[in-house]
């Protein structure tokens, strides 16, 4: 009997632990239940969730942008830098031109330079030839750089003439080498002129070195217009006479010629040389047109005068031609 009882509690106590459990699990499921409907909010929470970001994302945007904005004023700084070197290399010409007081130019005024005496010294030369506008370089025949000097000047894209030498009045003075004398003949005269003609050749013209008392004289100026125009090359009367005879033979002969207006180094200074060009600029404004001749021995201040007066003189509207191609022609 009292195992009977005892299985029987047994029992009854497994039953109830049963339900017990039972009751437990039913009393836990709905939690469960409770948790999934919870997390059901969750999808919503995950939803919201990128909208949260999208706004951090627009945070550093902006950030981005404030640092470009930097970036810009930088951008435009260095732009302003750069520009601000051109403009002062647009006010550079300005004291220039008030350094030379230049006037201005009018009727198309032309200026042509002329440098006597090439061949002497090539060093001295090329001063000349390196200067900013185009020049006539008259070379000297017969000496240790005659050829030499001439090939220089033209292929520096220069003009070529013969400084031919003539014998002046002074019957003291030494013209060179290859030089026209009083005592020749026709003949003599004929040859020497091409046999210098040839040498320094090809040129475009040619003028007188010395030549005071052969410019004088109409019967040999007439052989020396003749042989130029036979050549095809111009003559150039550097006036070293007052009383030249060569625009009368060249009236009577019917032949055009250039003549010298100016020196600008019959005394050798600076001073000098810029009156000179100053009286220069206005015979170019009377007549349209000047050759000033100067001597390639001014190395030491000649060219360095007119690279300094280049720039104001173009601003102030004069042009620079050869000779061969100026408006200075005579007819």
């Known amino acids: 009997m009292l195992l009977l009882l005892i299985n029987t509690v047994s029992r009854n106590r497994e039953n109830e632990d049963l339900k017990q459990s039972a009751s437990i699990t039913e009393r836990f ?3 469960k239940e409770n948790k999934t409907e919870v997390q059901i909010p969750e999808e919503n929470i995950e939803k919201k969730a990128p909208e949260k970001t999208k706004q951090e994302e627009k945070k550093p945007a902006k950030k981005e942008e404030e ?14 830098r750069v520009t601000e070197p051109k403009q002062t290399e647009e006010k550079k010409p300005e004291p220039v031109k008030s ?20 061949g002497q010294n090539l060093e001295q030369l090329k001063q000349f030839l390196n200067l900013p506008f185009p020049i006539t370089v008259a070379v000297l025949p017969q000496i240790t750089h005659s050829v030499e000097a001439a090939d220089l000047v033209r292929k520096s894209g220069n003009e070529v003439i013969l400084h031919q030498p003539m014998q002046s009045i002074n ?9 026209i004398t009083p005592d020749m003949t026709d003949d003599q005269i004929i040859s020497q002129l091409f046999v210098n003609i040839n040498q320094i050749g090809p040129i475009a013209g040619m003028n007188n070195h010395e030549g005071s008392g052969i410019t004088a004289d109409a019967e040999k100026m007439a052989l020396v217009l003749q042989m130029a ?8 009367d550097s006036r070293t006479n007052v009383e030249t005879t060569v625009p009368y033979v060249a009236k009577e002969l019917g032949y055009s010629y250039y003549e010298r207006n100016i020196f600008l180094d019959n005394e050798k200074t600076r001073a000098n040389a810029l009156a000179e060009l100053k009286k220069g600029l206005s015979l170019a404004n009377k007549n349209g ?6 001597h ?36």
Not at 67 to 80: D, L, R, Y
Not at 101 to 118: M, R
Not at 229 to 236: A, K, P, R, T, V
């Open 29 to 31: 499921e709905p939690e």
């Open 67 to 80: 640092k470009k904005q930097p970036e810009k004023k930088q951008v435009e700084q260095k732009e302003s």
């Open 99 to 118: 350094l030379f007081a230049f006037e201005e130019a009018k009727n198309n005024a032309q200026l042509c330079f002329v440098f006597d005496d090439g």
């Open 171 to 179: 019957a003291s003075i030494n013209p060179g080498p290859g030089a």
């Open 229 to 236: 125009s036979e050549n095809g090359i111009y003559f150039l």
């Open 289 to 294: 047109s000047v050759i000033m001749i100067g």
């Open 296 to 331: 390639i021995w001014s190395a030491d201040f000649l060219p360095a005068l007119l690279k300094e007066a280049y720039p104001e003189l173009k601003e102030k509207g004069y042009t620079f031609s050869l000779v061969s191609t100026s408006k200075a022609r005579k007819n």
